[in-house]
Every structure is written in C-alpha cells, then in structure tokens.
C-alpha cells in the first residue's frame, strides 16, 4: 500500500539550470525538495505516482498517461536540451483507472488513441518535471504513474485518493505519491498575478491543516479565500489526503516561503496506525453547517428549497402559492459545495405574483439550467440556496452609471439579451460584468448594444 505522500512545489525557476542566481532566492524551497527527494530515495519505491495540476485535465475526468514511455523536457523555459524520459507504470494505471470507475470516476487513459480523439499532448509538464528534477538527483529506479485532474468537489477528490490507495495494495509493490501544488500566487504586488489578501490566508490554512493533521478542515476549505487566493494543486493535496481514509497520520512540512509572490510548500504526510474516517466526519461538518444555514433561511429561500426538495423527490410541484399584489422577476442561484449547480431567472414577471415566479425558477434551476445536469435526491441535502428578487430595470446610456455590487446588468441587441446580477463573488469590475453579459447574451463586445440596469433584493 501507499505509506507515504510528499507535497512538492512546481516552479521552474528553482531549478538551477533554469533559474540561474535567482534560485538563490528560494533555498528555502531548494533545500525542502532536496529533503523530501533524499526521504524518496531512502524509501526506494518501485512506482512513483505524480499529480501534476498542469496535466492534461477535463471537467470531471481524471486524465491518466498511457503511453509505455513519459517523456517531457524544460523547453517552454528555454531549456529543450533538458529532457528526461520515464517509464510508465502501465499496469498500476489501468489498475488506478479500474478502481476510480468503481467509485464513479471517469478516466481517460492518455494513450495514442486518447490523443488522437481528444488532442491531449502526451508530453510531461513542469508540474511533474519539476519535483522529479529533484528526485532524479537522488533516485532513479523507478517506474512512473503521471495524472492529472479538473474534478471539482471535495469528496470525488478524496475518493480518487482512496481508489489510488486501493489499486496500490493490489498492485502489491512499493508505491508512493507526490502532491505537484503550487500554493497562492497573490503573495505580493510583484508577483505573478494581482495581490490579494486572502492570498496568505489561505497558504496559512493548508500549511496549519498539514501541520496539524486536520484533513477534514482542508477539504472544508472556504472557496471564496481559495478562488480569491489563485492557488494551483488544491486537488492533487486534497487527492493526497485520500490516500489516508481510515488511518492516523504523522506529517510534517519540511519548508514554506513566499518568493516571487507565490507559495511554495513542501511536506510529507505518513501512515501511522488505523483510525477514523475524515471523509465522514467532512460530511458531519458539512451537514452542520447546512442545518445551521437553514435555520436562518429567509421565507423566499425556504419556498424555494422547499419547492426544489418536492419537485425532485415526487416529480411535482408544489401547489401555487397566493396570489400577491407584488409581481417581480426573480432569480434562484443553487450551490452545491460553494459551487454553482444551477441558476434560472426571469428579466420581467411571468407569473401573477413573486411566489409563484420562485416556484417556477427553482425547478427550472434545479432540472433545466443547461450548463448542469439536473439535481439528484442524493445532493439536497448539500445545497445552499439564494434568491433575487429584481427591481424594474432603467435605460442608461454609459458603464459610468454601473457599479457591480448595487446594480445587475442587462444587455440588448436585437432579439438577444444577456443578463447578469449585481455583487457576485469574483467579479469585481464593471468591464468584466459587462463582458459576461454580453457573452451569455450572444452579443460582440463592438455591436451596438443597449444597457439597462437594476437592482435586488438577495435572500439567503
């Protein structure tokens, strides 16, 4: 079985060849590679298995490499001469691919085929050359198991660490797994990406959760602090706990620091002796912050839970509420995890009062949203709900009178119209709203469109 699991940075410019005198301003991070790679070749595994967040990833499939030789080289830094090759542990991958299918998975085993139909590039990234430049200056004799994700929830991560786990105790062999993650990339002002507070928050969060074990509270991880902070191999982390379900573990994290505005962090977590499981106590987390969410649900909010709970679990509506005074559109947003699972509004009332147009968004968001399949009677208990009620939307002639946290946006050419809604997480300027306005409507950004604008009235 896997008794091991190493978390390694990525950045090429640790890489002496690659970065030149300005590695020196990572030793840090140097000297915490060098540790984990000199730990890997005291352990002499005959399979490495890598998780590398630039991989080859599709939404909801695991992409594993199928090609009998893994192949890659430094060349978009310059550096094509620095080529390594590996060879693949095929037999462990189907194995991997087998037991992820199991538990519901979907994976795709990167072969000639694989790349032929869906023009995935075989070759190794830097997210895998990187920590293996460092294990190769101490290890060689091993086989390599390279895979990449785009799975978004928690829980279809940390089965995917556990359907790892259990390919590898019937594999038989010595295996072990490293974490390719980068941590925030908003550190600083110089840095990559624009700064962000929340940035060293949430390298704060993953390096305390590895610190001190608390697998459950990682999993849990709050994904505006995470979204906001630009991370790079949360899932491949998140996998790497999976490994661990049912066992206590020892961990440490052998370096962290902050250059060139990004996080770099690099720990080992070990198998120490059976214990509970973190995947059930996540969902007790989960499921007390759901009940402590609803008791604070306002009536709009639990007329639309209500509604979505009927429609899914009998397939029928719930009888029309009262006729009101007040006719407005509405919209109801659904999310499952912090992410979004389905949102149907209207731009004006189509029915004969505000209760009436819930219930009628709140099935059509939870069955007919087209970017979603629809919610299943297992997911009800994980969603958290919100409704806008809108305000009648006026003409305006300039973005000048737009400001995204009071006023939604509805653009107009023709018979096409995009619409969206005010104070949205992650969209944080008057050109991006606009922007996604006019995509979502169909329209070009230098067609001659007309703006309106309105504002809500968010239950939650």
Same mark, same amino acid.
Do not use: W
């Given at each position: 079985?896997?008794k091991?699991?190493?978390?390694?940075?990525?950045?090429?410019?640790?890489?002496?060849?690659?970065?030149g005198?300005?590695?020196?301003?990572?030793?840090?991070?140097?000297?915490?590679?060098?540790?984990a790679?000199?730990?890997i070749?005291?352990?002499?595994?005959?399979?490495?298995?890598?998780i590398?967040p630039?991989?080859?990833s599709?939404?909801n499939v695991?992409?594993?490499?199928?090609d009998?030789?893994?192949?890659?080289?430094?060349?978009?830094?310059?550096?094509?001469?620095?080529?390594y090759?590996?060879?693949?542990?095929?037999?462990l991958a189907?194995?991997?691919?087998?037991?992820?299918?199991?538990?519901?998975?979907?994976?795709v085993i990167?072969?000639?085929t694989a790349?032929s139909?869906y023009?995935?590039?075989p070759s190794?990234?830097h997210g895998?050359l990187?920590?293996?430049?460092?294990?190769?200056?101490?290890?060689?004799?091993?086989?390599?198991v390279?895979?990449?994700?785009?799975?978004?929830?928690?829980?279809?991560?940390?089965?995917?660490?556990?359907?790892i786990q259990?390919?590898?105790?019937?594999?038989?062999?010595?295996?072990?797994?490293?974490?390719?993650?980068?941590?925030?990339?908003?550190?600083?002002?110089d840095g990559?990406?624009?700064?962000?507070?929340e940035?060293?928050?949430y390298?704060?969060?993953?390096?305390?959760?590895?610190?001190n074990?608390?697998?459950?509270?990682?999993?849990?991880?709050n994904?505006h602090?995470?979204?906001?902070?630009?991370?790079?191999?949360?899932?491949?982390?998140?996998?790497?706990?999976?490994?661990?379900?049912?066992?206590?573990?020892?961990?440490?994290?052998?370096?962290y620091e902050g250059p060139?505005g990004?996080g770099?962090?690099?720990?080992?977590?070990?198998i120490?002796?059976?214990?509970?499981s973190?995947l059930k106590?996540?969902?007790?987390?989960?499921?007390l912050?759901?009940a402590e969410?609803r008791k604070?649900?306002?009536?709009y909010?639990?007329?639309?839970?209500?509604?979505?709970?009927?429609?899914?679990?009998?397939?029928?509506m719930?009888?029309p509420?009262?006729?009101?005074?007040e006719?407005?559109a509405?919209?109801?947003? %659904?999310?499952?995890? &912090?992410?979004l *699972?389905g949102?149907?509004?209207?731009?004006s009332?189509?029915? =004969?009062? /505000? !209760?009436?147009?819930?219930?009628?968004?709140?099935i059509?968001?939870?069955?007919?949203?087209?970017?979603?399949?629809?919610?299943?009677?297992?997911?009800?208990?994980?969603?958290?709900?919100?409704?806008?009620v809108?305000f009648?939307p006026?003409?305006?002639k300039?973005?000048d009178m737009?400001?995204?946290r009071?006023y939604?946006? %509805?653009?107009t050419? &023709?018979?096409? *119209?995009?619409?969206?809604l005010p104070?949205?997480?992650g969209? =944080?300027? /008057? !050109?991006e709203?606009?922007?996604?306005?006019l995509?979502?409507?169909?329209?070009?950004?230098d067609?001659n469109y007309?703006?309106?604008?309105?504002?809500?009235?968010?239950?939650?």
């Amino acid at each position: 079985m896997i008794k091991k699991a190493y978390i390694m940075p990525h950045p090429p410019i640790i890489v002496p060849e690659i970065g030149g005198v300005r590695q020196r301003e990572a030793l840090i991070t140097v000297e915490g590679c060098q540790r984990a790679a000199h730990d890997i070749f005291n352990e002499a595994p005959d399979t490495i298995i890598i998780i590398s967040p630039h991989g080859p990833s599709y939404s909801n499939v695991v992409c594993i490499a199928g090609d009998s030789s893994l192949k890659g080289d430094f060349g978009s830094f310059g550096h094509s001469k620095m080529t390594y090759e590996f060879q693949n542990d095929t037999v462990l991958a189907e194995l991997i691919s087998k037991e992820m299918e199991e538990s519901g998975i979907y994976t795709v085993i990167n072969d000639n085929t694989a790349q032929s139909e869906y023009g995935i590039d075989p070759s190794l990234d830097h997210g895998a050359l990187v920590p293996l430049y460092f294990v190769q200056k101490e290890y060689r004799d091993f086989k390599l198991v390279h895979m990449a994700t785009a799975l978004p929830g928690a829980v279809e991560l940390y089965t995917c660490g556990m359907a790892i786990q259990k390919a590898a105790t019937v594999y038989g062999k010595k295996v072990l797994l490293i974490a390719s993650s980068d941590l925030s990339h908003r550190l600083t002002d110089d840095g990559p990406y624009e700064y962000a507070p929340e940035g060293a928050e949430y390298d704060r969060f993953v390096v305390n959760s590895i610190k001190n074990k608390e697998f459950a509270e990682f999993l849990d991880v709050n994904l505006h602090m995470r979204e906001c902070a630009g991370e790079c191999g949360h899932r491949a982390i998140s996998i790497a706990t999976g490994l661990f379900e049912n066992f206590t573990c020892n961990t440490m994290v052998y370096s962290y620091e902050g250059p060139f505005g990004v996080g770099y962090m690099n720990a080992l977590i070990s198998i120490e002796d059976s214990g509970p499981s973190v995947l059930k106590q996540y969902k007790e987390i989960r499921n007390l912050k759901s009940a402590e969410a609803r008791k604070n649900e306002s009536h709009y909010v639990r007329l639309a839970r209500k509604t979505i709970e009927q429609y899914i679990k009998t397939g029928k509506m719930p009888k029309p509420a009262k006729t009101g005074d007040e006719r407005r559109a509405t919209f109801v947003s %659904i999310k499952k995890n &912090g992410r979004l *699972r389905g949102c149907i509004g209207t731009i004006s009332p189509t029915t =004969d009062c /505000v !209760e009436n147009e819930i219930i009628d968004n709140a099935i059509k968001a939870a069955t007919e949203d087209p970017r979603f399949s629809p919610i299943t009677e297992d997911e009800l208990q994980e969603l958290t709900i919100s409704v806008d009620v809108l305000f009648e939307p006026e003409k305006i002639k300039s973005r000048d009178m737009l400001d995204v946290r009071e006023y939604g946006v %509805i653009v107009t050419k &023709g018979l096409k *119209r995009g619409l969206l809604l005010p104070n949205l997480e992650g969209i =944080d300027t /008057v !050109e991006e709203q606009i922007n996604i306005a006019l995509k979502k409507g169909g329209i070009a950004s230098d067609e001659n469109y007309t703006m309106e604008r309105f504002k809500v009235v968010r239950h939650e």
